[in-house]
């Protein structure tokens, strides 16, 4: 766990709290428990420059996920996500932001594990497993409503 942008506590206090228990949710979830990863909160600028260097895309976005290769260690990757972009959305969807965050970082610890949302099944099996993980930390569908965007 990383936290480099102050905005993050400041919004939410419990932010690395939030962040842990949905990760490991997901993975014991995919009874992965013995693998580790990093997530990083971080803000807009940040993000948006690793999407240019890695992405070839010039923009903020809400979560980055870059899988490790194999290794001894059972690291995953990183995720990385955006306060800024992300309280946004949270905002323009209207529901907290603590929810957007652990929907976030299931979404970008799915990736990891090799989960994509390119075609309409991929999507179907990513969401289904993000509203299992979510549901059972109490935290309502994010796709109800057809929100839930990332890229």
Not at 15 to 26: D, G, N, S
Not at 50 to 73: G, H, I, M, Y
Request: hydrophobic share 45%; charged share 25%.
């Amino acid at each position: 766990m990383e936290i480099e942008a102050a905005a993050w506590t400041a919004a939410l206090a419990d932010a690395e709290a939030l962040t842990r228990a949905v990760a490991e949710a997901v993975l014991a979830e995919e009874r992965l428990t013995d693998r580790n990863l990093v997530v990083l909160l971080t803000d807009d600028e940040a993000v948006r420059a690793l999407n240019a260097q890695f992405r070839d895309k010039d923009k903020p976005t809400n979560v980055l996920s870059f899988p490790a290769p194999p290794n001894p260690e059972q690291h995953l990757g990183d995720v990385a996500l955006a306060y800024e972009t992300c309280a946004r959305e949270a905002a323009e969807q209207g529901k907290p932001l603590a929810h957007h965050l652990q929907h976030l970082v299931a979404h970008g610890v799915l990736h990891l594990l090799g989960y994509d949302h390119m075609t309409d099944e991929e999507a179907a099996d990513m969401e289904g497993l993000e509203r299992v993980v979510l549901a059972r930390l109490g935290i309502p569908d994010p796709y109800a409503a057809g929100e839930g965007d990332h890229d």
